[in-house]
């Protein structure tokens, strides 16, 4: 008998694990709290169910066993090495998860009976997706020393994989998502139709506060938000304007059409020194420096830019398409069509003081040996340089 169970547990460990390499530490059937897995901070885990419950009955007489049957478990121990928010992400292709969230201190790896652990948190409705990554009301406070114990029980039999992450952040974060955090519910009442637009930082992935602007051929409403729930009524073609301080814009078009519960997640990039863009849809009268009217909508969204960001200094380039690497009238014609782009921002109330201008004539093309009309149209351009 004792052959057979180490052999069942070899099987397991071999088999039914397929963990990508986190040095992980097994202690026997991943389906049995002794067997329970332990995992790390910034790791993405996928982990196989092994189709059963385990050898033992770790939930039988406690209070979570009175809550979930074990059908086809995994455990995982995630033990606190710093104080913090503990932040999960679980994900599997069926909505057919159970979870278990559990608490307790202890030496080392000494692990203790769960009646005597603290529960943390039990949701017994299956689901496909369990994470508190974005949520302000179901975080994990953690002190140094503590362990979690997650119970992900799958109420079918299967040996698919699912997807698991943990990460610690500091509890200062937690403060840091609620002051970024403003949701405006949109919707007339009773209206079943959830259409989220949400704001986050692209590189922290935490929330935003800006403007987003929502324009359809019946009208634009600007909010002040990092979230807002739209209803049935913009079930069309929209475009998306977002802006915040401290941001590049982004301007985004959807397609709303038939759909009734969706979530956008559009990320705007921090304003770092030093980086360029280009000023899309700027359009100068052939051979001059005059302004053609349709590029006034591009302008205007980068005036908007710098009045929103008014401590940024800029530095305009102009760059045309002519022959010739050192053709003088190639280069005065880009310093001039940069210096009237410097002119429709101060006439738009931009400080004189915050820009200044230059022209590249024909250098650092994007197409240095242009094939066709578009690609010579790319080269002649202007750049926002971020200074300051």
């Known amino acids: 008998m004792k052959i057979s169970r180490l052999y069942f547990l070899i099987l397991v460990l071999l088999t039914f694990s397929t963990v990508d390499a986190q040095e992980l530490v097994l202690k026997g059937a991943i389906s049995d709290l002794e067997g329970a897995i332990d995992v790390e901070d910034g790791q993405d885990y996928n982990i196989q169910f092994t189709g059963g419950s385990g050898m033992r009955k770790d939930l039988e007489g406690t209070p979570i066993g009175e809550k979930i049957t074990e059908k086809n478990s995994i455990y995982l121990l995630k033990k606190m090495s710093y104080s913090g928010i503990l932040r999960y992400s679980i994900n599997y292709d069926m909505p057919t998860l159970q979870l278990a969230i559990l608490k307790f201190s202890s030496k080392e790896s000494d692990i203790i009976p769960i009646k005597e652990m603290k529960i943390a948190y039990v949701q017994t409705t299956p689901s496909n997706s369990f994470s508190n990554i974005d949520s302000i009301t179901s975080q994990l406070k953690a002190k140094k020393g503590e362990t979690f114990l997650f119970i992900i029980n ?55 506060i800006g403007n987003i602007n929502v324009k359809t051929k019946k009208k634009s409403t600007l909010y002040a938000a990092s979230e807002v729930i739209l209803g049935s009524d913009i079930q069309q073609k929209a475009s998306v304007e977002c802006s915040a301080e401290g941001y590049f814009f982004k301007d985004v078009e959807f397609d709303f059409r038939n759909v009734k519960d969706t979530s956008v997640i559009i990320e705007l990039k921090p304003v770092q020194i030093g980086e360029n863009f280009k000023i899309e849809s700027l359009e100068f009268l052939r051979g001059t420096a005059t302004l053609l009217s349709r590029s006034e909508m591009s302008l205007k969204r980068i005036k908007n830019f710098l009045a929103l960001n008014s401590n940024i200094r800029i530095e305009i380039q102009g760059y045309v398409n002519q022959d010739g690497k050192e053709n003088n009238r190639a280069n005065k014609l880009s310093k001039e069509r940069a210096k009237a782009v410097m002119k429709y921002f101060q006439k738009s109330g931009i400080s004189r003081s915050r820009m200044t201008y230059k022209g590249f004539g024909n250098s650092n093309p994007i197409y240095p040996d242009p094939k066709n009309k578009d690609e010579e149209q790319a080269n002649r351009r202007v750049e926002i340089k971020i200074l300051k």
């Not at 998502?177 to 009773?190: A, G």
Request: glycine share 0%; hydrophobic share 30%; net charge neutral.
């Open 154 to 208: 799958n109420i079918k039999k299967s040996y698919d994989d699912i997807s698991v992450t943990f990460k610690t952040s500091d509890i200062d974060t937690l403060e840091l998502i609620k002051q970024n955090t403003k949701i405006i519910d949109d919707r007339l009442p009773n209206d079943a139709t959830s259409i989220n637009i949400q704001l986050k930082d692209q590189k922290t992935k935490l929330p935003i």
